[in-house]
């Protein structure tokens, strides 16, 4: 997974210390054309006041944009509508990201809030559908992975990784009667203190779940290499399962002008003899030396530096690095 963490975002690196990296942004495509304003009547406009004069100026918003992946996009699909709002536009993407002309897609509202819609037969095909709101912009993708479908437990469609605290992948479970999609819960336990860490369910069809978690810790991934995940249904029962999953973080202190830096890392949820490729790409004003590194988890966890970053300008640092599981 490319990684790039930009300078002066809401989840950047320490400006005063070593600190934790957190997720910040998965490095989504570029949005062009008419899916980059919110909507399709430019409603992302708000009123700031700047204090200047006492003029108020109108401050296009950057809509929110989220991807998330079904098994299937055939059936009834059920949006969160905390990631569209008001859905304006169904339309059909290919392989290539390409999109396709708006389709007429009834869409209802549920007595929860959520939307529903089924796409037509002639859609049947689509790689994935991008689903434009008042409020966000919604790219929903059919994995490329067969479908078996859920059986009788709770299963994931994905090689579930956390990155920097982040996970994003969609669950199957046994088909369900679904009447209010904003009544089923998924959380995921963390090991250290038997509680669990909720997530938000993005997207949903009957036996399947879109979802994303924030801020998990390495505990929770157990000795195991194993997430224990639990989705709450309306009546109070619940639907498990004990899923392979693993991590990264990456530490980097606060750099000073021409002096390298560390970068280090930990992983968790792997054996310590796996293996773990970096690759760095130096930006205008960077060197990171070495741009390659290979290291087991052992030696990760260790401490040893993986590279060294340094800078012609000191402070937090913009970062791109590709982290892959090679053993």
Same mark, same amino acid.
């Given at each position: 997974?490319?990684?790039?963490?930009?300078? #002066?975002?809401?989840?950047?690196?320490?400006?005063?210390?070593?600190?934790?990296?957190?997720?910040?942004?998965?490095?989504s495509p570029v949005m062009t054309g008419e899916l980059s304003g919110r #909507?399709?009547?430019?409603?992302?406009?708000?009123?700031?006041?700047?204090?200047?004069?006492?003029?108020?100026?109108?401050?296009?918003?950057?809509?929110?944009?989220?991807?998330?992946?079904?098994?299937?996009? *055939?059936?009834?699909?059920?949006?969160?509508?905390?990631?569209?709002? /008001?859905?304006?536009?169904?339309?059909?993407?290919? /392989?290539?990201?390409?999109?396709?002309? /708006?389709?007429?897609?009834? !869409?209802?509202?549920? !007595?929860?809030?959520?939307?529903?819609?089924?796409?037509?037969s002639s859609m049947s095909g689509a790689y994935g559908v991008i689903v434009s709101g008042d409020e966000g912009i919604l790219k929903l993708s059919r994995s490329e992975k067969p479908f078996a479908g859920p059986g009788g437990e709770l299963k994931s469609i994905n090689d579930d990784i956390i990155e920097f605290g982040s996970?994003?992948?969609?669950?199957t479970f046994p088909g369900q009667n679904v009447l209010e999609p904003s009544e089923y819960e998924i959380g995921i336990r963390?090991?250290?203190?038997?509680?669990?860490?909720?997530?938000?369910?993005?997207?949903? /069809?009957?036996?399947?779940?879109?979802?994303?978690?924030?801020?998990?810790?390495?505990?929770?991934v157990n000795k195991e290499g194993l997430i224990h995940v639990s989705l709450k249904k309306p009546d109070g029962t619940f639907i498990n399962g004990n899923l392979p999953a693993w991590g990264y973080n990456i530490?980097?202190?606060?750099?000073?002008?021409d002096k390298?830096?560390?970068?280090?890392?930990?992983?968790?949820?792997?054996?310590?003899?796996?293996?773990?490729?970096?690759?760095?790409?130096?930006?205008?004003?960077?060197?990171? *030396?070495?741009? !390659?590194?290979?290291?087991?988890?052992g030696e990760i966890n260790r401490g040893e530096t993986v590279s060294t970053i340094t800078t012609e300008f000191g402070g937090a640092q913009p970062l791109t690095v590709l982290i892959k599981r090679v053993k």
């Open positions: 997974m490319r990684i790039i963490i930009e300078r #002066g975002l809401v989840l950047a690196l320490a400006v005063f210390a070593v600190h934790l990296f957190t997720a910040m942004s998965m490095a #909507g399709e009547n430019n409603a992302g406009l708000n009123s700031t006041r700047l204090g200047i004069d006492g003029v108020d100026v109108a401050i296009a918003a950057q809509p929110q944009y989220t991807e998330a992946v079904l098994a299937s996009l *055939d059936g009834e699909i059920y949006i969160n509508p905390k990631y569209t709002g /008001k859905v304006t536009a169904v339309r059909a993407i290919d /392989k290539n990201g390409l999109l396709g002309e /708006k389709m007429s897609v009834e !869409t209802r509202i549920m !007595t929860d809030g959520w939307r529903k819609f089924s796409l037509p996970l994003n992948t969609t669950f963390n090991n250290a203190d038997n509680s669990f860490i909720n997530g938000n369910i993005i997207a949903m /069809k009957s036996d399947q779940a879109a979802v994303e978690f924030l801020d998990l810790p390495p505990t929770s530490m980097v202190p606060e750099t000073e002008v390298p830096a560390p970068i280090t890392a930990e992983v968790f949820g792997l054996p310590d003899d796996s293996e773990i490729r970096f690759d760095f790409t130096s930006l205008s004003g960077q060197i990171i *030396d070495p741009s !390659t590194r290979i290291l087991t988890v």
